[in-house]
Each structure stands twice: as C-alpha cells, then as structure tokens.
C-alpha cells in the first residue's frame, strides 16, 4: 500500500481544520481516474488515518464520524475500509502493546454500522470476530469452515457405480405406471421388468422398491400389484425390510405416515406375502410406551374425576382450567402417529380381521378402538358379518335396512347366517370394540335387535338344542354387560337408544337385568378412562340439579334429569337416593320429576331402591336402638310413591322382601307396607274415628269412600299391577305365610338384644302389614285366584305352622266367595224367589260349604276343647266379619248425605264449566246410586246370616264340665286372639258377644264371660304391642258401650237382658232351668256388678301405672284412651286415676317424653269427661233387696251387703284343715261377694293383675277324674237331692250312739255363743267398709285386702271355714245363689279359673305346684276319727239352720242399713282408692277395726309394708302368714272346745 504521510497541522487541528481537509482529500483522491490506482490511494489515506487512532493520537469518535462521511463518496467504500481493518488486524495482533490493540478494537466496533458483517468475516480472523461479538467462538467456526471446504473441495460424487442407467428406471416407471384395464397381466409385465433390469443392469432391490412406490400410488390395484410382487419377490425378509425402510422414514417429528403405505402393508400382510411379527418391530412407538400412555389417560382421568367430585375454591378452580386448557391445547398442536393404529385400522377396513385381532391382543384393553377411526373401521366390519342375519331375523316389520356392500377380500370374516354364527367372529369382534359402539349408533340398533330375534326364538323354542341357545344367551348377556350399556353411557342424551335397549332387556328375567344393572353401575365405570370421566361429570350435574330441585320448577328440572339419565341412569339415581335418605322432603319433587325418563330408567331405577335398601353399611335401627332408621322409612315412602305412579316392574322388590323375611328380618315389611298402601289405596291405621270404623264394617265402596284418612283414588291400573306381579311369580301366598310366622320371630328370634320397644315395633308392622296385604288379596284376587293359591285351614295352621287367626283371617274371603257361589248356583237350580226360600238356600250353601272346614278344624286343637264348644261354633266365629253382622245404615246415610251436598256445590259453583259440571254430577250421581245398592245388598246378606246363625246357635256350646270352663275356652281360642287382631276384628268380637246374648244362646252366660272381661285385664295389657293395645282397647270400650246401655236404663236392661238366659246366676250342667224369675239377675245387682267391674278396670289401671315399666304405663294410657267415652262413670274411681297420672306426668316429663305425651293427653281429656262422672251412689243404689218368701236375703255379685256369717270364711283355723276338700265342693254356691271371688281369681302374689293360671299335664288326668265327683255336688244346697243327702248322713250319724249323740248336743251351744260375737265383729267392719265406698268381704280377708289395694296382691280362693259359719252360709246359699253369678257357679267354675290358661298369658307353675301342695298336706293330716268328728259337726249345722238364720237375718239387716247411711255420709278415701300411696289407714278407720290380737297387726302391717313397696313375696309364704292370721283371728276358744269334745268322744 502507497505511503501517505498526513501533515502534522491537520491532526493538532483536527476538529477545527484537520478533519476538513481529510474529507477534502478523500474527495480528490476518488475523483481521479488512474485506472485503479485511486483506490491504493484511498486504501492509503483511510490506513493514515486508521494508524493514528491505533497508536492513540486521535480520539475514536473523532475518527469515526468522519469514515461516515467519506464512505458516501463510492459504493465499495465500505470494502475498501474492510481491507484496511484487515491490515491493521494483522498488525496489530502481532503487536505487544495491548492498548493499541484495544485501540484497533474499538473502532472496529464503532465502525460496524456502515461495514456490513458479512465483509468483515470474510476478511478478518476468527479471534477477531469473536472479540468483536459477530461470532461466539472461533474454535467452533474454524471447524466449520473445514468442514465446508472439506465438503466443497475434497469429497467425492457417488453415481452409477454399478454403470445404471436412468433410462432404464425411467422405462420401469412407465412400464409399471401403464393403462391395465385391457389384456395387461402381471405376468407380462414381470417379463418386461427383467428384460429392463437386464438391458440397463437396474439394481432389483431398487426395482422392488419403484414397484412398491408405484403400487402406493396405485392402491386400487391391489390384484395386479399383489400378484406382481408374489412372482417378482424371492425373499419375504427382504420385502419386509424394505417396507420397515419406508415406515423408519416417517418416524421423524411431525412426518405423517401416509395411509396408502398402512394399505399396501395391510395387503401385503393379509396374503401372507411378509409375517406380522417381522413388521411389527419396524412400527412406532414400542409396545412399552403404548402401555405407559394408556396408564397416564387413566391417571389424568381419575385425577380429573377426583376434582370434579371435590369442593374446589373459585380461585384454584379458575387455575386449574387454564392448566387443562393448556395441556389440551399441547395435545393438539402433537398428535401422535402410531404406525401400529394405522396398520391396524388398514388391516380392519380390507377385512384382515386375524391380523388385527393380534395387533389389539398387543394393546391394553379398549386402547386401540379408543381411537375413534379403528372403532368406525372395527363397526363397518361388523356391519359386514351380521348383515344376512339382521335381513333375516333382526329388521322390523315395515322397516327397510340400508345396504351394505361386502368386502372384495375373500379373506374377510364370513357373514353370520344364523344366531350360532355370531360366535365365530362378531361377539369377539364387539368385544374389543366395547364402549366405543357408541360412534355408531346404528349398530348398536342392530345388534339389540338381534338380542331380541334370539329371545324370541329362546322363548319359543322346545327342548332341543337347549344348551346351544343357553351359550349363546350367556353371550347376548355378556355383550350387553361389556359393549352396549358402556356405548349408552358415552352416548349423549339419546333416549332412542334406552328404549330399544329396554326392547331387549324386558324379555330377560328380572333377576339378569339386576345383574347387568348391576355390573354397570359397580365395575363398568372403572374400566376406561372417558368412563371415568363421565361418571364424575354425570354426578356434577346431577349434584347441580338436585341443589335447584323444588316444587315450582318440577317440569324444567325433571326434563334436565330425564336427558342426564338416558345415559348414565345408575349414576344419577344413586346420587338422587343418597340425597333422599338425608332429606325427605325430596320425595315429592323427585317423584313429581321422574315422568321424563326411559322405560330401561324406571327399571334402572327400581334396582337402584334395592341395592340402596340391602346396603350391609347401613344401619336399619336409629343410635337409640328403639326406633327405625329414617332414611329406611324415607326409601319406603319414595318406594310406594314411585311404584304407583309409574309403570316399573315390582318382582325385584318383592323377591327382596319375600328374601329379607326368609332371613328373619322384618325391617324391610315396611316397603311392603308403603307399596301396598299407595298403589291399592288399602290404609292400615289404629288411629280411626268412629265414622271410619262404621264406613269400615260396609261394603267396598263404602269402605273407599268413608273409611280411610286419605281418599286414594285411581288406584285400580297401580292395583292390577301389583296383583299381576304377585301371581306371575307366586309370591301371594309366600309373603302371606312368611308374615304370619315372622310375627313370632319378632320376638323369639330376631328380637333377642333389641330394645323392647323396637321389638313392638317390628311387630306391630309385621302384623299390619300381613293384615293390609291380606285385605288387598281378599279384594282384589278373583274367586278362582285365590282359592287356588290358599290351602285348606288344617294344611295352612299343621303344615306351614300358620297361627291360627292369621290363618283364618287368610281363608275368610276364600268362605265368603265359596259361599256367594254355592248360593248362587242354588238359587238358579230352583227358581223360588220368596225370602223364606233364599233364605233355606243360603243355609244349604253354608251348610255345603262350611261343614268340611268343621271338620277339618278338629285337628286343630285337643280333643277336650270340643267336649264344650262346637267345632261350627269356632268356625262361625272366625269365618264371619262386621259385614255379616250389621248393616251401617247411619255411614251409608252419611256419604250419601255428602255425595248429595257435594252435587248442589258443583250446581251453584258458576265457574266450573258445563262439561266438566256434568260429567262431576254424573260421577256423583254413580257413586250415590252405587252406596244405596251396596247397602240393599248387605241389608239381605245380613238378614240372611242372623237366619243362619238363629238355626245353628242351639248347636253351639255343649257346656259338658261348666259354664266358666266353656267361656274360658271361649276368650282363649276364640276372643282375645281376635280381639287384638285388627281395629274391626276388635269391634267385630264386642258385636258377636252381644250377639251370642242376643241370640239367647244355650249354656252361654252373659254375665260370666264379661266378668272374665273386665276383671282380668293387667296381663293382657302388659303382652300387647302398642298397637294391639288400641285394638284392644276399642275392644273394651264396645263391650263397656254395651254395659253401659245396659245400666243407663232399667227399661233396655229388662227388654235385653233380664228374661235372657245369659244372665241367669244358678249354673246348672243341664242348662238355665225354665228361666225362673228368682234365677235371674234384677237391675240393681246388675248395677252393682257394672259398679264392680269399673272397680277391678281401676284397680288393674292404677296397678300397671305404678310398676314404673315403659310397656305396661304406655298401654294402659292407650287402653284408657280408648274407653275413654265409657270409663270412668264413678267420680272417686275418676278422680284416682286422675291423681295418678299427674303423677305420671310429673315422672317422666324428662325421663319419657313419649309416655309424658300420652299421659297429658289422657289427663286432659279425662278433665274433660269430669263433668260426666257421678257419685258412686248415683251409679248403683246400695239399697235393700226385696227378701225372698224363705227369708232370705239376695245380694248382688258386686253389692255391699254381705251374710254376716260369712265373716266366718276368715275363721277357720287349723282343726277345719281336713274339710278342704268338701269346702271346695260346696263353693260354687256360697254367696261370697263378687268382688272378693273376682280379686282372688285375677290376682297373684307380685302385685300384677293375673288371669287363670294353668296346671301341667299330670292335672289334667286328675280333672277328669275331679269332675265326676264334681257333677254331683253342682246342684245348690236348696235343692232335693242335696237335703236328703244330708238327712242319710245323719241319720248315719244317730245310729253311733248315744255318747255321739251327747258330744254333738255339747258342742251345738259354742257356735250359737261365738256367731252373736261375730256378728257384733262383722257389723264393725261393714260400716267401716260401707264409709270407705269399698264392696264387702269377709273380715279378715277385706282387711288384707284394703291393706293391700296398691299393690294388688293376690287372694287365693277363700280356704275352708269354721263349721259355724259354715251351717248358715249352707242354708242362705238356696236364696243368694240366684243373684251371684261369680259364685253360683259349680265347683269346676271356681277351681278352673285357677287351672286354666289362656295363650296370651304366662303361667305361674311355681304357684299352681304350691298351691296342690298345700291341698295335699291337710288330707295327709286327717285321720279317720277326725273325718267322723267332721260328719257330726255337719250334722250339727243341719239340724241348727233353721234356729239360727232368723237372728242372722236381723243383725245381717242392721248392718246393712248403715252401710247405706255410711256410703251416703263419708267421703272418699284415699287410703280405700286403687290410687292408694300409703297403707296407713286414717284414725277413723282404726277406731272402727276390730280388735285383734297384737301378732295380727304385727303381721297385716307387715303385709302393707310388702305389698307398698313392690316387692315380690312368694305365694308359699304369704298363703302360710295367712292361715297364721287366720288362725289367731278364729280364737282360741273354739279350738279348744272341738279338742275336748273329741277327746271325750275318744
């Protein structure tokens, strides 16, 4: 380069002047024309110019600012400079001086905007550049550069090694690429091929591969290209290779395989031409990495779910959508290109079924047909198989099938003919297809109609080939369960499919739907993600609708529901039962918003209530254990409200229950309970008015329209539906017996450690339940159904261990239909229409139909029943109803009467209009007209019946042993199992007792049977359930109706009982005798036996609330309820149960809240009912009986006057321990007091109420024997036959001798002296007694009594008496007898109620054994000159009756005058009221007791202190402080006169 040398003066004033004349000469310097040699001049200067900043003498700015200028004066200006940068480089890279190397960087740098990049790194070292920024490191762009030159410079061009020629290739192409529609073959051209490969040496790999592209190209050639290849091809490894080659092609980043390699693949695998495993390995991705994708889609999934189900804060919930979104959005921009799915889904549309089936065999399951084109090609397949077979058996009438045009592939799955060929392909086929039918719908039509042509056939097919159609109907299960229930849960909202769906499923049994239903809600969602998913979006929304339901938008929000459950049915139905057991006041809505759904949701539905009700995790009992659990009651509720409004099949929930009662389990009789009662409209409640219990005892309409809370109407489509399904699975009579024997379970075995209240419970719907499904039977199964499905009563009762009164409660309808039919078929045999005529017919037709059922109820019981009462007596009993009995005119006036008003409202109502008025007065109008029929027809049928009854009533009791025996057996087997059965059984029994009196039946007593009533009620109350107690209470309160009517008026009482044998008071084994005027009970003893029995209901009632125990106190309130309008009449016995259940009120107002409610509700109406109530003497007069012409005086079974001799009953002592036997025989007919006989007969020494207890076995043996001796003693004393017994004894005794004779003459003056003493002794008592409004009793034993009343301690029957008393009571028997039907009766009658027992009590056998016991002990004391001493003393009162009874009659007058002025004078006692707290008598009554001994008080005291508080003594000791007591009482003086005497007689 030129040397030019800058002056010195330009650099010292470079910025003044310096710089200008730098330009000035740069311009001169490039307008010269020296043929290049300006540019060396240039090159020059700026390198002058460039040197003095490197060394540092000008500043860069300076510099640069003025290269600016000066590279404007040429175009390559910035070249030029670029080479003088390139010099100062070398220069200064050589240099050690670093500051000018610093220097040359810096205005390389600054220079960089007008000297392009690209010059600089062609001219500068890579050092440079890097130091100046324009490249990152040298060491990589020296590589580089050698790289390139190495590539540009040295390496070599492979081409045509092998001397190819390109004409050659070019000639193959259009060899291949030719027209092959005319004669061309793939052997000409494999021909042509060779000669080219020959003539221009082609490489025949290359070949091979040209013909595959072009075969690509060309996919429609598959023929011609196929068979090429097979001849061409040598080697199927090569081939194989070659086309791996292909695929590893598209392998890189978003390459795309093409399809028509997949198809050309596909092609070559199905004519075997390469091996799948060969090419398999040449696919992406790897096995490994499918399975790893597969598990992260189901992670995701559940992960997804699990947020959806959880509560999500606003905030996060925003965060993780966009994080979803994002993820999505990924996905989308990388799909991933499986070469595997794209063979697969080439091999599936060619109809390579084998290769494909081993390519998804590679998979995990579903993940192939997740991918929605292999599942179309996988369908299109399908279609193919099942194409002539859904022409043949599948398409519906009418329909036309759209065709489908087969495979060319004679290598394709051979088409279905038949159901059997279904197995070979097209079941495993949609196997593997599973959920994902749902992309093509009209498939899965296809199939569900091929299920259905199968059930067709299954059904109507014999015998033959039976096992084939079970495989395949396993089949056609398995593909529902698998492929067609998960395909409808991913369809949307498709409501045409669920009910084609239903097409198939309503023709399998109930118990396989179950079993899919099942599967499908459990397991099917867990197996696929999109499964996964769906179930927790279905749960979302439904939770979103459930949160909206109410009552007003019922239509919006059960259209929603109804689009949710198309698809997903179990999933929305279980979230909407878990939110209905929570909250029950869904149940209307939810019912309400249910009418949009599927005939396949509403059977979805009834499976989804059961698997809810058999839930092991819950609970059926609340944490109290003493009541049901409330979301049991609501399923029940919703069970009946969904059956009856829609048409869902019921098998499965009556299967469940008839299951659930074969287990022993009684919880689930509720949503039998609840179902009956919605969908047949029959209502079980104890709770009825009186005007519903008379509609209830009508026909059926009346029974519709007046007799139940709610009027159900339409009931009769919901009716035959559940009718229909009881017979077409014969579950009638199963739930019935099954019913019937678990009411027993309840107790014994499923009731074991449960709450006594709980089991009451369970009892009680047990009961109602079997009574409300019965009724719906008797109603709605016809004649020949019924009869049918019932067996015989002794079948029902021996052989399915059926209770008795379940089992004729079941047979009743099937005698009334018998009945109505046999008198039918009469009527129209012979042609007589008179009513005397229908009348005789109607008893044949009872006579035909009933005599077979007399028999067969002989088996029922033992032998000695029927010795008493007919077996048509007990069958007439329980075979008849209310509606035999009595016609409710005034309830048939009354819904008439309503019918009537409710007709003139719709005529003066102006806004109904004309058409609706007409057809409500029509339906009126129908209504009335069909009551009065219905009431005409019971009228006759009633009257008929009373006919029947009237001729069979002589027939019906025997009365072989006694008359207490026969009513006994009477209330045993008859009554109270009846009366506790049903709320109209309960009023039926009040009305047949009556009826029986009415009736003037034979050897019935009246009196006695409501005496056993009334008197004997604390265990009968105690063994009920809370309901029975209000059956039994209405009992109670009709018989107290009918006593009551009785009472009130003297004119009803002698209309309707005094000429009636029932009320005769001498029993006689032959019957009444000739209804004689002094046998009958007159209307003021009858008052005072009313008066008794309001005693003993008191005394039991303040009994069962002192115990303190839940079930006696809650069932006596209820019973006390219920007789509430009868009971009580007499003001202290009102104002003593008054007092005590305050008391009550006042105890358990915080312990009870249940018995607190029943108590108020009791106290406040029993205030209510005060002003009824009289003073005791108002109810019964306590006045004198007229005497009778013998002199005697007649005293009522519950009046206050009493013999003054039977003071003696008390005083018997030890010497009269050998009489026991004669004293029981003659106690039928002493005139004992009503009340005494009654509290020794009901009850025991614990204080509880008792009714007949009962001896073993070995007794009955001894009873018979018993009652032979027994027959004779029955006639009374005043009889013939009984006097000259007792003249033979005497005149027996007269011929001992003389020093007997003396000795009896000795001993007639002690009695005479000590009965004067006893009765100054018993007039005491009496007017103690009389002042304290108390019946009369013997001394001792009222005594007892009165200090006992609180705790109703037992009184045995009296022991024997002193001879004494014994002579007059003898004598005065003949005149009482006649008006004390307690003990007029025979021996038997007193000595039965103690034997005897009744089922629905416990017996005492440590009493009865104690009690034979001690009967024992004084027969083995008697010694012979004792039994003769005994004979005398009877002679002795014989003899002294006659001189004794005037003076007994006088004082006996005396005292009972002022009984009457005592009762009228004194006020109540509370120290004599059942509500009695303390046994302390007041100072008045100690006054007048009389003295005795200060042991006897010692013990009596004790006695009150025992029986106050509660406790229990046994009947051993207390019989033995008794007859101490007596012992003492009796005197000493006596005994020791009959000691002397007999020690003279001796």
């Avoid at 035909?848 to 007399?854: D, R």
Wanted: aromatic share 6%.
């Amino acid at each position: 380069m030129a040397t030019l040398t800058l002056p010195a003066e330009w650099l010292k004033n470079w910025e003044k002047s310096g710089k200008h004349e730098f330009v000035q000469l740069c311009k001169e310097l490039t307008e010269k024309t020296n043929h290049g040699s300006e540019i060396k001049d240039i090159q020059a200067a700026l390198y002058e110019i460039c040197s003095q900043v490197v060394q540092g003498n000008l500043k860069v700015d300076l510099v640069v600012t003025v290269l600016g200028e000066v590279m404007e004066l040429r175009d390559d200006m910035s070249s030029i400079l670029a080479d003088v940068f390139s010099i100062l480089d070398l220069e200064t890279s050589a240099l050690e001086e670093k500051n000018k190397r610093e220097h040359y960087t810096q205005l390389a740098v600054a220079c960089l905007m007008f000297v392009p990049e690209i010059i600089l790194k062609e001219r500068l070292d890579p050092e440079t550049l890097e130091s100046l920024g324009l490249i990152k490191q040298a060491h990589q762009f020296n590589q580089k550069i050698v790289k390139i030159k190495t590539k540009l410079f040295y390496k070599q061009q492979k081409f045509n090694l092998l001397r190819e020629e390109n004409e050659g290739y070019a000639k193959l192409i259009t060899e291949l690429g030719q027209d092959l529609s005319g004669n061309i073959t793939s052997h000409i051209v494999l021909e042509s091929i060779k000669s080219l490969i020959g003539c221009f040496n082609l490489d025949p790999n290359r070949v091979l591969d040209i013909i595959l592209e072009v075969y690509e190209s060309r996919s429609d050639q598959d023929e011609f290209f196929l068979s090429l290849i097979k001849s061409y091809m040598c080697e199927p490894l090569t081939l194989c290779h070659i086309l791996g080659f292909k695929f590893k092609f598209y392998q890189e980043p978003n390459e795309e395989t093409p399809k028509s390699l997949y198809h050309i693949a596909a092609a070559l695998l199905n004519h075997n031409l390469i091996q799948l495993d060969d090419l398999y390995v040449h696919l992406m991705p790897v096995d490994a990495a499918i399975l790893e994708e597969h598990k992260q889609d189901i992670s995701e999934a559940k992960q997804t779910a699990r947020k959806l189900v959880m509560v999500v804060l606003p905030s996060e919930k925003n965060d993780d959508k966009d994080k979803d979104k994002d993820k999505d959005d990924d996905k989308n921009e990388k799909p991933p290109d499986n070469q595997k799915l794209g063979l697969l889904e080439a091999l599936l549309k060619i109809g390579d079924w084998h290769h494909a089936q081993c390519i998804i065999d590679q998979m995990p399951s579903f993940y192939a047909t997740s991918h929605k084109a292999i599942a179309l090609a996988l369908c299109q397949l399908v279609h193919l198989t099942v194409e002539p077979l859904y022409r043949r058996a599948g398409v519906p009438k009418g329909a036309r099938a759209s065709v489908v045009r087969p495979l060319r592939n004679k290598r394709a799955p051979r088409p279905a003919e038949t159901f059997e060929d279904l197995r070979r392909d097209t079941f495993s086929m949609l196997g593997y297809l599973g959920p994902h039918l749902l992309h093509d719908p009209i498939l899965f039509a296809k199939i569900v109609r091929l299920g259905k042509g199968f059930m067709k056939e299954y059904q109507s097919d014999g015998k033959s080939d039976k096992d084939k159609l079970e495989i395949l109907l396993s089949c056609f299960l398995s593909i529902a369960d698998q492929v067609l229930l998960p395909s409808l849960s991913l369809m949307e909202c498709n409501a045409c499919m669920s009910e084609e769906l239903w097409g198939l499923f309503k023709m399998f049994p109930y118990q396989h739907r179950y079993r899919l239903y099942g599967q499908w809600k459990n397991e099917t969602y867990l197996s696929h993600p999109l499964l996964v998913k769906v179930k927790a979006q279905t749960i979302e929304r439904a939770r979103y609708i459930m949160k909206r339901l109410t009552k007003e938008n019922v239509k919006q929000s059960g259209r929603q529901i109804g689009k949710l459950s198309h698809s997903n049915p179990t999933i929305v139905f279980d979230y909407m039962l878990s939110q209905i057991q929570w909250y029950d006041n869904l149940i209307v809505p939810v019912v309400d918003s249910l009418k949009y759904l599927t005939s396949l949701n509403y059977d979805v539905l009834a499976y989804c209530i059961i698997e809810a009700l058999a839930n092991p995790e819950k609970e059926k009992m609340k944490h109290d254990d003493t009541t049901i659990s409330s979301w049991l009651q609501s399923l029940a509720s919703l069970c009946g409200a969904v059956f009856r409004k829609y048409p869902i099949e019921l098998a499965g929930l009556l299967q469940y229950v008839t299951n659930q009662l074969k287990a022993g389990k009684s919880f689930d009789l509720l949503i039998l309970k609840e179902v009956v009662q919605k969908m047949a409209g029959i209502e079980i409640t104890d709770e009825m008015t009186s005007e519903q219990m008379e509609a209830m005892t009508g026909g059926e309409q009346l029974k519709a329209e007046g007799g139940y809370f709610g009027q159900i109407r339409n009931t009769k489509k919901s009716s035959q539906r559940l009718k229909d399904a009881l017979l077409e699975h014969d579950l009638a009579l199963p739930l019935c017996l099954l019913m019937a024997q678990q009411r027993n379970g309840v107790v014994f075995l499923e009731g074991g450690e449960k709450h006594l209240k709980l089991v009451g419970h369970l009892y009680d719907q047990c009961h109602d339940t079997l009574v409300q499904f019965g009724g719906f039977l008797a109603s709605n199964l016809s004649t020949e159904d019924y009869i049918k499905r019932v067996p015989p009563i002794d079948v029902l009762c021996n052989q399915f261990h059926t209770p008795h009164d379940a089992a004729f409660f079941l047979s009743r309808p099937m005698y009334a239909h018998h009945i109505v039919s046999k008198y039918d078929e009469l009527k129209k045999s012979e042609k007589g229409n008179r009513q005397q005529q229908k009348a005789h017919k109607y008893v044949a037709a009872c006579e035909q139909v009933m005599n077979p059922v007399h028999e067969a109820v002989v088996s029922l019981h033992a032998t000695r029943v029927w010795e008493d009462m007919r077996p048509n007596f007990y069958v007439t009993f329980w075979s008849l109803t209310m509606y035999d009995l009595a016609v409710p005119h005034s309830a048939y006036e009354r819904e008439v009467n309503k019918l009537k008003a409710q007709i003139k409202a719709i005529e003066d109502n102006p806004e109904i209009p004309l058409n609706k008025k007409k057809k409500e007065k029509e339906r009126c109008t129908a209504l009335q007209e069909k009551l009065q029929e219905e009431e005409k027809k019971q009228a006759e049928h009633v009257q008929r019946v009373l006919h029947r009854l009237k001729l069979e009533k002589d027939n019906w009791l025997l009365a072989k042993s006694t008359k207490n025996e026969t009513i006994t057996k009477f209330l045993q087997l008859c009554l109270f199992p009846r009366c506790i059965f049903s709320s109209i059984d309960a009023v039926y029994c009040a009305h047949f007792v009556e009826l029986i009196h009415q009736q003037k039946t034979p050897n019935f007593c009246t009196l006695l049977c409501y005496d056993r009533v009334f008197s004997a009620i604390i265990y009968t109350v105690a063994s009920c359930t809370e309901n029975e107690s209000h059956r039994f209470g209405r009992f109670l309160c009709c018989m107290l109706d009918t006593v009551t009517r009785w009472h009130s008026d003297r004119a009803v009482y002698e209309k309707e009982c005094s000429s009636y044998p029932g009320f005769v008071t001498i029993f006689r084994s032959t019957g009444f005798d000739g209804g004689h005027k002094a046998d009958q009970l007159d209307y003021e003893n009858f008052r005072h036996v009313v008066h008794k029995w309001h005693y003993m209901l008191t005394k039991a009632s303040v009994h069962c609330l002192e115990t303190g125990d839940y079930t006696h106190i809650r069932n006596i309130l209820i019973v006390l309820t219920k007789i509430l309008p009868c009971y009580p009449k007499v003001l202290n016995l009102g104002q003593a149960l008054e007092c005590r259940v305050h008391k009550i009120c006042l105890e358990e107002k915080d312990k009870r809240p249940d018995l607190y409610a029943l108590a108020m509700g009791y106290s406040g109406r029993l205030k209510s009912q005060k002003v009824h109530m009289v003073p005791e003497n108002e109810f019964h007069h306590k006045e004198q009986p007229a005497r009778s012409t013998g002199g005697s005086q007649q005293n009522g079974p519950g009046g206050s006057g009493k013999p003054a001799s039977s003071t003696n009953k008390a005083d018997d002592g030890a010497s009269e321990d050998g009489e026991r036997g004669k004293e029981k025989s003659q106690g039928s007919t002493k005139p004992v007091s009503k009340a005494n006989n009654t509290a020794a007969k009901v009850t025991t020494s614990n204080g509880n109420g008792a009714l007949n207890s009962t001896k073993g076995v070995k007794d009955d043996k001894e009873k018979t024997g018993k009652e032979k001796k027994e027959k004779k003693e029955k006639t009374p004393a005043s009889t013939p036959e009984l006097k000259s017994e007792l003249r033979r004894e005497k005149h027996r005794d007269e011929r001992t001798g003389k020093d007997d004779r003396a000795t009896r003459e000795g001993k007639e003056k002690t009695p005479k002296a000590e009965r004067v003493k006893i009765d100054d002794k018993s007039a005491k008592d009496d007017k103690t007694k009389a002042g304290n409004g108390e019946p009369d009793a013997p001394r001792e034993s009222k005594s007892k009594e009165r200090d006992r009343s609180a705790a109703a301690t037992s009184l045995k029957t009296p022991v024997p008496r002193s001879e004494s008393a014994e002579s007059e009571r003898d004598h005065k028997r003949r005149k009482l007898d006649s008006h004390s039907p307690s003990h007029s009766s025979s021996v038997k009658d007193n000595n039965t109620e103690l034997k005897e027992s009744t089922t629905k009590h416990p017996v005492n056998y440590n009493s009865v054994d104690r009690s034979k016991s001690r009967e024992r002990d004084p027969e083995k004391k008697d010694s012979p000159g004792r039994m003769k001493e005994k004979k005398e003393e009877k002679d002795r009162k014989e003899r002294k009756r006659d001189h004794v009874i005037n003076d007994h009659e006088t004082s006996q007058e005396v005292k009972r005058r002022k009984d009457e002025n005592g009762t009228n004078s004194s006020k109540i006692s509370k120290s004599t009221s059942p509500l009695c707290d303390s046994p302390v008598l007041t100072e008045k009554e100690k006054s007048k007791r009389p003295k005795s001994s200060s042991k006897e008080k010692g013990d009596s005291v004790k006695a009150e202190r025992t029986s106050t508080g509660g406790k229990k003594e046994s009947r051993h000791d207390k019989d033995k402080s008794e007859k101490k007591d007596k012992r003492e009482s009796a005197g000493g003086k006596e005994e020791k006169k009959h000691h002397k005497s007999s020690e003279k007689h001796r």
